[in-house]
């Protein structure tokens, strides 16, 4: 019985030792197949809403990049741009010293592209 004994410790200490070692993998991919989850709710959250700019003024600040918008720029209000995308749809950008606008301020007429948040701050102008 003793070598027997001496035979199974050594497998249930390896066993233990290669599932210690596979959990940090393990929780990895949890985390990965969660990631995933966030992103389909945060595309049907996107499909239900209809602008980014029906936000709260207080929420208007920088944040991470939620989609790019193209357009040309159709109305210049202080620190709100509105511009008109290329499929014709109008979307309000919130600007401030925090946004990176290329080639300087734009006018009425320029077509930009645009980094924006969820909120509709731009994060920067090209």
Do not use: C
């Not at 940090?24 to 389909?40: F, I, R, W, Y």
């Not at 936000?55 to 620190?79: C, F, H, L, M, N």
């Amino acid at each position: 019985m003793h070598k027997h004994s001496t035979r199974i410790y050594p497998a249930i200490i390896g066993t233990v030792t290669v599932l210690l070692l596979a959990a940090p993998s393990l929780s990895v991919a949890g985390q990965k197949n969660e990631s995933k989850k966030t992103v389909d709710s945060a595309t049907s959250f996107r499909e239900t809403q209809s602008s980014p700019s029906t936000a709260e003024p207080s929420e208007k600040k920088p944040g991470p990049a939620w989609r790019t918008i193209g357009g040309t720029v159709k109305q210049v209000k202080d620190t709100v741009y509105t511009v008109e995308d290329y499929e014709g749809n109008q979307v309000q950008l919130f600007v401030s010293r925090e946004t990176k606008q290329l080639s300087g301020r734009k006018k009425i007429g320029d077509h930009i592209r645009a980094e924006i948040t969820h909120s509709g701050f731009a994060n920067s102008i090209q």
